[in-house]
């Protein structure tokens, strides 16, 4: 089925809603190997949307204030308030979830109507017996994985497996590595195609360095990942966004208005302002979900 080039081209917001600093020997493994002083380093929390006049896909939905308590970690903006300012509708919109760390899926219950889209693998890792072992446990809330749950008695849930186009210009890659079934999407936007790598390389450094993440399921695959994320690169000049790094907001156009603290695009029309991308309003104001 062939579609418009307006179907299959997108923009795509980064959202950051979170922001703390950490160390480097706390967030790359077995630091201590390479020989580098420990030091600090910033680690940003981020949410996607990728959106064009036809279909609104919200990538990940942060952590919850329960989340963010069990672990004493605020947020700049919720997740569910900076969506409502980026005029983002949440009955329309369509959810996909690249992983279930807490972080990733903390507010899908906020999304009660939404189809969600979830690489099987890591939802019948998540609810299966070894995700109870504390080393697994301690990356997720049980509560919000009981949330999946119900979405997928509630027939909501789309299993994703392998290598799929999830929308037109829209692909979602399963790689596993920092959790069992880690996924990545491409999406053709006006700049180039965007890779959103989420936690499949948090860090810019850790492509560059080759510098696996201290969090893992399976180092092969996560040092695998790293190698079809670098030949993406190289064979179709994506534009890496990556899970957690702080420069991120600064390499793309700042949103302008009050949203410009928290929001970047990449794609849609130059100068994004008030009225949004899609011709309409963004709304200033809304409450915290």
Not at 22 to 47: A, S
Not at 141 to 151: G, M, N, S, Y
Not at 169 to 194: D, F, K, R, W, Y
């Amino acid at each position: 089925m062939s579609h418009s080039p307006a179907d299959e081209t997108y923009e795509v917001l980064i959202v950051r809603y979170a922001s703390r600093t950490t160390t480097r020997g706390q967030v790359f493994l077995n630091h201590h190997l390479y020989g580098e002083p420990d030091g600090p380093i910033g680690m940003d929390y981020y949410v996607w949307v990728v959106r064009n006049e036809r279909r609104t896909i919200v990538v990940d939905t942060g952590y919850s204030d329960l989340g963010g308590r069990n672990r004493k970690r605020g947020h700049l903006i919720h997740p569910g308030q900076a969506l409502s300012r980026l005029g983002v509708e949440r009955a329309e919109a369509t959810v996909v979830l690249t992983h279930a760390h807490y972080d990733h899926v903390g507010n899908v219950d906020l999304f009660e109507d939404s189809k969600v889209i979830v690489p099987r693998t890591e939802f019948d890792f998540w609810t299966g017996d070894c995700a109870r072992r504390f080393q697994f446990h301690h990356t997720v809330e049980e509560t919000e994985i009981d949330h999946l749950r119900a979405v997928h008695e509630q027939g909501r849930m789309v299993f994703h497996r392998g290598h799929e186009e999830i929308a037109p210009g829209v692909e979602m890659i399963e790689l596993g590595g920092h959790s069992p079934g880690q996924a990545i999407l491409t999406v053709n936007t006006s700049e180039g195609l965007v890779l959103l790598a989420s936690d499949a390389t948090h860090y810019y450094e850790e492509l560059e360095r080759d510098l696996p993440f201290l969090v893992v399921a399976d180092l092969e695959a996560m040092y695998r990942g790293f190698d079809y994320m670098n030949q993406l690169i190289a064979d179709r000049d994506a534009i890496l966004v990556p899970g957690h790094d702080p420069a991120v907001l600064d390499r793309h156009r700042r949103l302008d208005g009050p949203m410009g603290e928290f929001a970047a695009v990449i794609g849609g029309p130059q100068g994004q302002g008030p009225q949004g991308s899609h011709g309409h309003q963004v709304p200033q104001g809304g409450g915290a979900a």
